[in-house]
Each structure stands twice: as C-alpha cells, then as structure tokens.
C-alpha cells in the first residue's frame, strides 16, 4: 500500500492525473521555461561578446595609432563591426565625409559625427536589450500563471470531496499536490528568468555608460582634431 500511494504521488503521476486545464498550465510554464533558457544562453554570448569587443577596442584605440589606419582595419575585416567600434566607425566616417566638403562649418562637422555615433549607439543597445522583455516578463508572469493551474486544481479537489461522506487525508492530498505542482513549475520558470534579468540589465547599464563615455571622449579627440 505504502508503494502504491508513493507512486501516485510521483512527479509524473500527479501531471498525468491532473485535469486538462491544469496539464495546459503546466505545459505553458514548461515551454515558457525552455525559451527563457534559450535566450538566457543566447545573451550570455551576446553580452560577453559585446563586452570582450569593447576591451579589444579601446586598447587598439588608446594606443595612440592613426585614427584613419583604425578605421580602415574595421572596413578591411570581414565580419560587420559591432559594440564600440561601430560607434567609432559610424562617427569616424561621417566626420571624414564633412571634412570634404570645405564649406562647412566645425560645429556642423561635430554635430554630424554625433548624429551618427549616437544611431549606432542607440542599435547597440536595441541588440544588447533584445530578449530582456521576455525575460522580465516570464520572471513577473509566470508565478501567477502557476497559482491560476493551484487555484483550479484546489477547486476540483474539494469538488471531487462534495461526493465523499467522510474526507481523509489519502483523498484529499493527491488533489492539493497536483495542484501545488503547478506554482512549483512556476516557480521554476519564474526564478532563473528574474536573476538572468537582473544580471544582464546590470550589465547592459555598464556598457552603455562605456558606450556614452567614449562617444564624449571620442568627440573631443574629433574636435581638436578640427
């Protein structure tokens, strides 16, 4: 007897026992879990490629070479440049482009290579911000979406109760742990979505303040520069 009630009381058992509604909650939790885990891994790479790319740059940067052979090492790469150096890129060759024309004023000339820099600034951040709403969003979510499968698993387990002349525990504990299943799942889902959030906001802050900081210190190296 002991061997039968522990078997009914198994992960699987009290999934596979659940009611529809519930089954349809818990298996919207698990595949919410799955694509949160996904885009956790993808903005791992994305923010630690982002972050090396930055380092990488600022050192060839600050290393006092040619700002024209810099530029031309990004345009001769293969792959797009990302991060940082397509700031500078964007801001480098729009300032080049106005230098040209010899009619124009310094002022213009500046303003220009800030428009630019600070477009390509804006789609680094839509590119390090990606997948964080849905992050945020599973991490808000998803523990309400399991309380709705408890709520309606409680309800079926007093229902199924109504019919019962004498309640016992036996009868009463599979309906409150199918039940309790479901804000576990969420729980779940819920948990590792909010510390991912928080941990890759935090670090797409830092690099937009690494960002903002070399378009300034860019600026003024432009504008001595005319």
């Not at 519930?22 to 694509?35: A, H, P, W």
């Not at 380092?55 to 090492?73: I, P, R, T, V, Y």
């Not at 482009?97 to 000339?109: I, L, N, Y």
């Amino acid at each position: 007897m002991t061997v039968s009630v522990a078997n009914d009381m198994s992960i699987f058992s009290l999934v596979a026992g659940a009611s529809l509604p519930v089954q349809l909650v818990l298996v919207v939790l698990i595949l919410t879990s799955l694509f949160s885990w996904w885009y956790i891994f993808i903005k791992l790479a994305t923010i630690k490629r982002a972050e090396s790319s930055a380092e990488e740059f600022e050192a060839a940067f600050w290393a006092g070479g040619d700002l024209n052979k810099l530029f031309d090492s990004l345009g001769a790469g293969r792959r797009k440049t990302q991060g940082m150096a397509s700031i500078f890129e964007a801001g480098f060759k729009e300032y080049v482009r106005h230098k040209q024309q010899s009619r124009m004023e310094v002022s213009d000339v500046m303003e220009g290579a800030r428009r630019a820099m600070r477009a390509a600034y804006n789609r680094e951040l839509d590119n390090l911000d990606a997948h964080l709403p849905f992050l945020a969003s599973v991490g808000s979510v998803s523990p309400y979406i399991g309380l709705f499968g408890t709520v309606w698993g409680i309800m079926n387990a007093f229902r199924g109760l109504s019919n019962v002349a004498q309640a016992t525990l036996s009868q009463v504990a599979p309906g409150i742990a199918e039940a309790l299943v479901a804000t576990a799942i969420g729980l779940f889902a819920a948990i590792p979505a909010v510390i991912a959030y928080n941990r890759f906001a935090s670090s797409v802050d830092r690099l937009s303040v690494r960002y903002e900081s070399f378009m300034e210190e860019f600026t003024n190296i432009l504008q001595r520069k005319s």
